[in-house]
């Protein structure tokens, strides 16, 4: 899966938020380059598209997937909006 071509997919239908802090996906070529993440996860019968943001990405780095999970509420208040 082409990143950008997702990226741009999904600001079209102007539906894209982040997965983790419910963030508004920006213009398409603002994602591109603040560094928005495109996620496919395999479910049971659907495979689902997620988006993480720069900001959600770089947390993620730092505390891994639990630990984001873990602090989220706290983290939320955190991210500048
Ligand atoms: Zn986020």
Do not use: Q
Request: hydrophobic share 35%; proline share 4%.
């Amino acid at each position: 899966m082409d990143v950008h071509d997702a990226l741009r997919a999904i600001c079209s239908t102007n539906e894209g938020y982040c997965w983790y802090c419910d963030r508004k996906l920006p213009a398409a070529e603002e994602a591109i380059s603040t560094g928005w993440e495109v996620k496919r996860i395999e479910g049971e019968r659907v495979a689902s598209i997620i988006l993480i943001c720069p900001g959600c990405r770089r947390l993620k780095a730092e505390l891994g997937e639990e630990g984001l999970l873990r602090n989220l509420s706290e983290l939320t208040s955190r991210i500048p909006f």
